[in-house]
C-alpha cells in the first residue's frame, strides 16, 4: 500500500539556521510522483516540487533544496538559512499512475509544522 | 490566470443540515480532486474528476456525500444529514491533463463546522 511518513511532528529553529524535513515513502510501482506542498497559517497549500521516480537528480531553488534517494525511499527538503516567512506546515505526497497512466491522487503525510523563531 | 477558487471559505451548520459547496478550477484545467483535511492530519483523498466524468471515489466518500462536475467546468460537493465528525477543511485542487506529470494546484479551502 502506499504510504507517506514524516516523522518530525514539529521543529522549532532560530532564524538563519538550515533545516531539514524528512520525509520517507512506500509505493509497489515502478513510476510514481513525490511533491512538497507549504500550507502557512492562510491554510492554502502552496505547490513546492514535484520529483518523478525516474529522475533522482537533487534539485536547489534559491535558500530550497531536495534530496530524493530512491535506495532509501525517501524525499527530503532543506531550507537553508530560514526565515519567519518559512513558518508553515510543510507537506509531503505521493502519486502513482492511475488507469490511464497519468498521475492519480495524492497520498499525504501529516505533516512538520515548521516554526522560525527571529 | 487566475487560481482555484472555492465558496463559501467558512460554513456553520447544524447536524443533520444538507451543505453544500463550490470549486472553480484554474481556467482549462480537466482534472478536479476533492480532498478533506482535518486538525493536525493531511489532507485525504475524496473522489475526482475528468471533465465531467467521476473517475475514483474514495472508502471516505460515505453516500452522504455526493459530487459533480456539469460541463466539465466547475464542481460541487454536497454533503446530506451532516454529522459533527464531517467537521473538516474541504479542499479542491485541479491540474491539466498533460501526460503523467500533472501537479495539483489548491484553492484556500472551505471550513466546515457542524455544531
Given at each position: 500500500a502506499q504510504k507517506v511518513t514524516q516523522a518530525q511532528t514539529e521543529i522549532s529553529v532560530v532564524e538563519k539556521e538550515d533545516v531539514t524535513l524528512d520525509c520517507v515513502y512506500e509505493t509497489r510501482d515502478t513510476t510514481y510522483y513525490l511533491f512538497w506542498y507549504k500550507q502557512p497559517p492562510s491554510g492554502e497549500l502552496v505547490f513546492l516540487i514535484r520529483r518523478n521516480s525516474f529522475d533522482e537528480q537533487n534539485e536547489i531553488s534559491g535558500r530550497y533544496s531536495w534530496n530524493f534517494q530512491k535506495s532509501t525511499s525517501s524525499f527530503n527538503f532543506t531550507i537553508t538559512a530560514s526565515q519567519v516567512v518559512d513558518s508553515a506546515v510543510y507537506f509531503c505526497a505521493l502519486s502513482e499512475r492511475d488507469y490511464g497512466g497519468s498521475q492519480g491522487n495524492l497520498i499525504f503525510g501529516k505533516g512538520t509544522k515548521l516554526s522560525v523563531k527571529p | 490566470d487566475t487560481g482555484v477558487s472555492q465558496d463559501?471559505?467558512?460554513?456553520?451548520?447544524?447536524?443533520?443540515?444538507?451543505?453544500?459547496?463550490?470549486?472553480?478550477?484554474?481556467?482549462?484545467?480537466?482534472?478536479?480532486?476533492?480532498?478533506?483535511?482535518?486538525?493536525?492530519?493531511?489532507?485525504?483523498f475524496l473522489t475526482y474528476f475528468q471533465n465531467e466524468a467521476q473517475l475514483e471515489k474514495s472508502r471516505l466518500l460515505s453516500d452522504r456525500f455526493s459530487a459533480e462536475r456539469p460541463k466539465g467546468s466547475f464542481s460541487t460537493l454536497e454533503i446530506q444529514r451532516t454529522e459533527q465528525g464531517d467537521s473538516a477543511m474541504y479542499l479542491c485542487a485541479s491540474s491539466a491533463l498533460a501526460g503523467a506529470a500533472d501537479t495539483q494546484y489548491f484553492g484556500p479551502g472551505t471550513r466546515l463546522t457542524v455544531l
Open positions: - | 463559501p471559505r467558512h460554513k456553520i451548520t447544524k447536524r443533520g443540515q444538507n451543505v453544500t459547496f463550490r470549486c472553480d478550477p484554474i481556467s482549462e484545467h480537466n482534472r478536479l480532486y476533492w480532498y478533506r483535511q482535518t486538525l493536525g492530519q493531511g489532507p485525504e
